[in-house]
């Protein structure tokens, strides 16, 4: 059996007892993903909810860079991303340990809207656009793993066969992409990329500061 090391020196306490963080995250989501969409329902305008790059750039609704990373469009959308985020979360989780690995989600969600919205400037289609879900620290999540456990198998949905992390995780973002230009489908394409660049950054530091650990990680999850 492996034994997965955190990368802090220094032991970590649980931070919700017996839950773990990617559970809670999960819960958190489902229970926004009922909440907002009774909001919607009741004629709650969109714009307090979803993130817009024209909103933001004019300082308004800043709120929704927190309240868009827990809303889902649907329930496939939702679906969706929290059965990845229970797979990939829950071995970042193991890896950094609670409290970082949260940390890290947050800010890779965070910084995805925030790639987003100035993105928008660069590509204008999305400056009038909303966007919600948490695919942007998914992605964050899986641009770590490409650099902490790139030959490590994985399975993406419809594809029956394994694809190592470093194929896989660059792979999904342009075929999502190729998916939102070819059947003119509204993906958060750009936030995705931002996700996927924290998540990469990321784990350039890791390797540079845990040099040890970091290739002791590589070499038993792939």
Do not use: C
């Amino acid at each position: 059996m492996v034994k997965i090391y955190h990368l802090s020196p220094k032991k970590k306490k649980k931070l919700f007892g017996s839950l773990s963080v990617t559970m809670i995250l999960i819960l958190i989501n489902i229970i926004a993903f009922i909440f907002f969409t009774i909001l919607l329902r009741l004629n709650i305008p969109l714009d307090y909810v979803a993130i817009k790059p024209s909103n933001i750039l004019q300082g308004k609704y800043l709120w929704t860079f927190v309240t868009s990373m827990f809303m889902h469009g649907s329930f496939f959308h939702i679906f969706a991303n929290m059965f990845s985020l229970f797979f990939i979360g829950s071995l970042i989780e193991k890896i950094l340990g609670a409290k970082r690995y949260l940390y890290f989600y947050m800010l890779s969600g965070l910084l995805a809207g925030v790639f987003f919205v100035f993105s928008s400037l660069i590509f204008p289609a999305d400056f009038n656009t909303f966007a919600v879900g948490a695919s942007g620290a998914l992605f964050g999540v899986v641009g770590l793993l490409v650099l902490l456990t790139p030959n490590l198998p994985v399975f993406i949905m419809f594809i029956p066969i394994p694809i190592k992390m470093k194929y896989a995780g660059p792979g999904i973002l342009v075929a999502l992409w190729l998916i939102s230009i070819a059947g003119n489908v509204p993906i958060g394409n750009t936030a995705h990329f931002g996700g996927l660049i924290v998540g990469v950054a990321y784990g350039l530091y890791l390797k540079n500061k845990y040099k040890r650990k970091t290739k002791y990680i590589n070499k038993h999850f792939s």
